[in-house]
Structure formats: C-alpha cells, structure tokens
Nanobody, 128 residues
Framework: QVQLVESGGGSVQPGGSLRLSCAAS????????IAWFRQAPGNEREGVIT????????WLADSAKGRFSISQDQAKNTVYLQMHMLKPEDTAIYYC?????????????????????WGQGTQVSVSS
C-alpha cells in the first residue's frame, strides 16, 4: 500500500504562485510515476502533470504548460507542484496520485484509473 498526503493549498490572487507538496509513504516500490490531478466544482477530474520518478521525464496538460512544473525530493519521498501565474480557472481541489508506467513512460493523464493510489486532496482557490 501507498499513502499520499497533499499539503500547501490555500487562497491566492490571480497572477500569484503556490507550491503544493505530496508526501508518499508505504511501499513506494509500487509506483514509478507521480501525477497531479485537479477537480473543480461541477467538473470531471483532470490531469495536470505527471512525472516518471526514475528518469525524470514530465508530461504536462496544455493548461499547465508554461506555468506549472513538478519536482521531487527523493530523500523525502516528496513531489512538489509549483504553480505560477495562477488564474481563477485554476481553482480546484488538487490531488496527487501514484501509478506504474512502463518502458520509461507514465500512464496518460487521461487514464485516471491507471493511477492506483490517491491522496485526499488540497484546495486551491484563485480569486481577487
């Protein structure tokens, strides 16, 4: 089993920045990809960014390109989502999720069910 705990959410003004953390524990050998998803009220959960922990490759949704990045601290089993130039439409609950990719690739961000472990989410609100 893998446990994921997100933190760092909060309220920020448009154009601001925020860094979310995802701390993993348990049997971390069960996954090699960590992703961030988000879900706004009334919307389906959508993928934002995913990283292959072993080779450092990232895949970003169009909404994240140029504004969001992912980093990791392997010693702490923690992955971070750095968000810049936040917009009101970025308001959502942000979840981190872990899954296993193959051949150096992570499961597509459209394949939510390929990510087997999920955190409880952290709220991000962007408004003036």
């Amino acid at each position: 089993q893998v446990q994921l705990v997100e933190s760092g959410g909060g309220s920020v003004q448009p154009g601001g920045s925020l860094r979310l953390s995802c701390a993993a524990s348990g049997d971390t050998a069960n996954y090699n990809c960590i992703a961030w998803f988000r879900q706004a009220p009334g919307n389906e959960r959508e993928g934002v960014i995913t990283r292959h922990i072993e080779n450092g490759r990232d895949w970003l949704a169009d909404s994240a390109k140029g504004r969001f990045s992912i980093s990791q601290d392997q010693a702490k089993n923690t992955v971070y989502l750095q968000m810049h130039m936040l917009k009101p439409e970025d308001t959502a609950i942000y979840y981190c999720a872990a899954g296993r990719g193959a051949a150096g690739y992570c499961p597509s961000l459209q394949r939510l069910n390929a990510y087997h472990y999920w955190g409880q989410g952290t709220q991000v609100s962007v408004s003036s």
